[in-house]
Structure formats: C-alpha cells, structure tokens
T-cell receptor, first 114, second 114 residues
Framework: GAGVSQSPRYKVAKRGQDVALRCDPI?????LFWYQQALGQGPEFLTY????????KSGLPSDRFFAERPEGSVSTLKIQRTQQEDSAVYLC????????????FGPGTRLTVL | QKEVEQDPGPLSVPEGAIVSLNCTYS??????FMWYRQYSRKGPELLMY????GNKEDGRFTAQVDKSSKYISLFIRDSQPSDSATYLC??????????????FGRGTQLTVWP
C-alpha cells in the first residue's frame, strides 16, 4: 500500500513569505507527527495529532508555526513570515495507534528560505 | 546535553565487515527503542523496533537494548555497499513528555566500500 506522502518535495521561499506543507498519512493511521530536521542533525519533534485533535504542540519553535488536521487524515504545516532559520527538512510521520507504535515517515519537504 | 547522544561518525568499513552503531540516553522513562536508516534526501526508514531491554534480530540486523546502562546498539553483519546511509537511533516512553513522540540521536553516517 501507499506510504506517507508529502508535498511539495522542495520549496524555496523569500524571507517573509508564508508557506504551507502538506502531509498525506497512511490510510487509517490515527497518529500524525511533524518533525524538523536541520542539516546533519536528527529530526526534532514539532507537533502531534490524534485523529483531528492536536494533542501536543510543544515543539513548535514560535507562533509563526501552525499545524492542522481538520478531518483526521491530511495535515498541513503552515509557517508564516518565514525566516532563514526555518530552512530545514520537514518530515511527517504516521502511526496506526494512538500515542505510540511504529512511526512511518514520508520523504520530507526541503524548505529553503532566502 | 541532549537526551539522546549518538556519535555522528563518519564510519567507513569494507564490504563484509560487522558494523556496530551505538546510542546512549539519559531519560529513564524511555521504553521503546528504534533504529532508522536514512538515505540522502530521503525520509527515515524504520529498521528495528524494540520494547524494553533485550535483543532483537532481523536478517543481518541485530538490535540490543541495555536499560541499566542506558545504552542501545545496532549490529549489521555482512555489510553491503547498499547499507551506506545515515543511521538514526530514536526512542520514546509511556508517560509525560516522552509519550508517543520520538527523541532522535543526530545520526551516524556509514559508508561501506566494495
């Protein structure tokens, strides 16, 4: 079956622009996670959804970052007024069960802010 | 100090060698331990998923967890050039801030040369 998909794969934004990153999880997966991966580093947690409920957003670095999953499947991560330090790969992962289980990752969106 | 420490390498070995990759951690709440493989410009791919202490084997891969020492390992037998990638350890717990979300090491870059 299809894995986790993300779009766009690459995004270049000028500083100050808003961007929206999309994640399509594996069908039927309850949990959805967003991570940020800087160059040469491991992924860092941003936020977690259980179905449509955002249960943990403690990893979002500022109030410019916003995520939603309105129907409990597709999720969008939005970054407002992008800054150069937002340049990173944004990874989405989904899991079959709530609050745990094996997490399967998408290919990521590489964001470059000029 | 990060909660999960991992030597970034790089590690370079000849084809057929046994590879040992390791991580240490500080939070005793971690109960689930994972190893991911990440090829360049790809998302992390789950290799091994273990719970609590002990060993788990899957083909050429063996994962070991020693909770008393807060130390986990991944062994790759008969390494192949196709194993060349970055290997990320990750862990999560069952309560509080460790519940569900993954905490990653920074990854070890492995090259297996023919």
């Amino acid at each position: 079956g299809a894995g986790v998909s993300q779009s766009p794969r690459y995004k270049v934004a000028k500083r100050g622009q808003d961007v929206a990153l999309r994640c399509d999880p594996i069908s039927g997966h309850v949990s959805l996670f967003w991570y940020q991966q800087a160059l040469g580093q491991g992924p860092e947690f941003l936020t977690y959804f259980q179905n449509e409920a955002q249960l943990d957003k403690s990893g979002l670095p500022s109030d410019r970052f916003f995520a939603e999953r309105p129907e409990g499947s597709v999720s969008t991560l939005k970054i407002q007024r992008t800054q150069q330090e937002d340049s990173a790969v944004y990874l989405c992962a989904s899991s079959l069960v709530a609050r745990g289980g094996e997490q399967f990752f998408g290919p990521g969106t590489r964001l470059t802010v000029l | 100090q990060k909660e999960v420490e991992q030597d970034p390498g790089p590690l370079s070995v000849p084809e057929g060698a046994i590879v040992s990759l390791n991580c240490t951690y500080s939070n005793s709440a971690f109960q689930y331990f994972m190893w991911y493989r990440q090829y360049s410009r790809k998302g992390p791919e789950l290799l091994m998923y273990t719970y609590s202490s002990g060993n788990k084997e899957d083909g050429r891969f063996t994962a070991q967890v020693d909770k008393s020492s807060k130390y986990i390992s991944l062994f790759i037998r008969d390494s192949q050039p196709s194993d060349s990638a970055t290997y990320l350890c990750a862990m999560s717990g069952v309560r509080g801030s460790t519940l569900g979300r993954l905490y990653f090491g920074r990854g070890t870059q492995l090259t297996v040369w023919p």
